[in-house]
């Protein structure tokens, strides 16, 4: 009992710390297969100058703001450089489709540029029967030139990247700023100003897969991801819904403390997937198993030791040998 315990604390110090990858794209090899956009992949991304705040009265699935859609800032009130936002439209003004893409089975290989302050994604469908990996490698171009350069890489969910394009919404929208002032106070102000008991609340509630696929200020990422099962997503107030994945590149200071923060750059991010079949696949139920029978094992160890212990002084022999005193003759 004791080492169930300690090997998880120990295990830790073994493995490598989150957000610290460095790897070459090299080990995302293979035969690559084309690209068919919107049906292997789909690009999408989120720019300053799109304003996607939504509000109640533009709520409408039957009019332009529906839950389909994007509404843009007519006035583009958010500054920035169109020199330094390389994202064409359809990026970022249409809503991902809730059709999903095809089921990723093949390896791909492709390049996304970045704009400053911006965000760019791949949504892809990955299968359960094969192991994943995922080789990401990040540079900057300044004028003809490439130059080192740092971002943020997530692997999220598409309920997780719907949060997470809330928050960056918001961090660039003109309204309700006051609302989350926790999102944008630095690291000092957030130290002296906010209350030990608020510390580690989050408004925007993002997070990515299982909470740890999060590399941060890093220039190389290299993930894998085996599932058990088709990723699904339920509530207590929604029905089960199917869920694809975002491999996201952030180039914006997000409300992560250690983040790469803007560089005022183009970033060129070469993105590689790679797919190994699995030979064998256990159904989520062997896992109970296992651990049932461990305990189980665990528990009737001693019984079956003690049993053997108190009956190791009886001999079968014994009775069967006893012989009655004679009787004295008179």
Same mark, same amino acid.
């Not at 300044?142 to 919404?169: H, I, R």
């Not at 159904?283 to 198993?289: H, L």
């Given at each position: ?141 300044? +004028? $003809?030139?490439? @130059?080192?350069? #740092?971002?943020? !890489?997530?692997?999220?969910?598409? &309920?997780?990247? /719907? ?94 403390? +250690? $983040?790469?923060? @803007?560089?005022? #750059?183009?970033? !060129?991010?070469?993105?590689?997937? &790679?797919?190994? /079949? ?53």
């Amino acid at each position: 009992m004791l080492s169930i315990f300690l090997i998880p604390m120990f295990g830790g110090v073994l493995t490598p710390s989150v957000g610290t990858a460095s790897a070459a794209i090299d080990d995302c090899k293979g035969d690559l297969s084309p690209i068919v956009w919107n049906e292997t992949i789909s690009r999408h991304a989120e720019v300053p100058q799109n304003d996607n705040w939504w509000f109640e009265e533009d709520w409408d699935e039957d009019k332009r703001g529906g839950k389909n859609s994007k509404r843009q800032n007519d006035e583009g009130t958010y500054p920035y450089d169109p020199a330094l936002s390389p994202e064409e439209e359809w990026m970022y003004l249409n809503y991902h489709s809730p059709s999903p893409v095809d089921t990723l089975t093949t390896n791909i290989a492709t390049t996304m540029l970045i704009g400053n302050d911006s965000v760019g994604a791949l949504r892809v469908n990955l299968s359960s029967e094969h192991r994943t990996t995922i080789c990401v490698e990040i540079q900057g171009v300044v +004028g $003809d030139s490439t @130059v080192p350069a #740092k971002a943020d !890489v997530y692997l999220m969910t598409t &309920s997780q990247y /719907e949060n997470y394009e809330w928050s960056y919404n918001r961090m660039h929208g003109d309204r309700f700023t006051q609302w989350f002032e926790r999102e944008s106070i630095s690291d000092d102000e957030f130290i002296s100003e906010v209350p030990p008991e608020w510390a580690a609340f989050d408004v925007t509630g993002w997070k990515t897969y299982r909470d740890v696929h999060a590399y941060e200020n890093t220039d190389s990422v290299v993930m894998s991801i085996a599932m058990d099962g088709p990723e699904v997503y339920s509530s207590l107030f929604s029905d089960m819904e199917y869920q694809e994945f975002f491999i996201v590149v952030d180039t914006w200071d997000n409300s992560r403390r +250690g $983040d790469a923060g @803007v560089q005022d #750059k183009i970033l !060129v991010a070469d993105v590689a997937i &790679s797919t190994v /079949e699995r030979s064998v696949v256990l159904p989520n139920w062997t896992v109970s198993i296992a651990f049932f029978v461990f305990f189980m094992a665990f528990v009737l160890t001693p019984v079956i030791i003690n049993r053997r212990y108190m009956d190791a002084g009886i001999d079968p022999q014994a009775d069967a040998e006893k012989k009655l005193m004679p009787s004295l003759q008179q």
